[in-house]
């Protein structure tokens, strides 16, 4: 796998191209989401971003992309706007798995100060 798979994937979220995304993800992706149930199968997944996320709009800043042919991870920053109007920031981490030269796994981390 290449790295610009990754920025790409981000990319195609970045630009809402819903659709585009089925070149990523496996029809059986699982993604794992703080604040949301697993999600389960392609179809879930493209439901989530369309209908479900709380994000309007928004940029993501990879700080780094590591992947082999079976896993990888990336992290960075995203800054955007909720679907209310309001501006967003978080750090965040994402875990993936990789089958067929797609993702069949991804597991997102957001960075929260220890209390």
């Not at 981000?10 to 029809?27: A, M, N, P, Q, V």
């Not at 960075?76 to 965040?92: C, E």
Request: hydrophobic fraction near 35%.
């Amino acid at each position: 796998m290449e790295k610009s798979f990754i920025t790409d994937m981000f990319h195609t979220i970045d630009s809402r191209d819903w659709e585009g995304l089925r070149g990523f993800f496996c029809d059986d992706v699982t993604y794992e989401r703080p604040g949301y149930e697993t999600i389960v199968g392609l179809d879930g997944l493209l439901h989530f971003y369309e209908n479900v996320r709380i994000i309007a709009c928004g940029q993501h800043s990879l700080t780094r992309v590591v992947v082999d042919d079976e896993s990888g991870a990336s992290w960075g920053s995203f800054a955007g706007k909720h679907r209310n109007g309001a501006d967003l920031g978080v750090r965040f981490a994402d875990c993936y798995t990789f089958e067929d030269g797609k993702i069949k796994t991804r597991v997102s981390y957001f960075f929260q100060p220890a209390v």
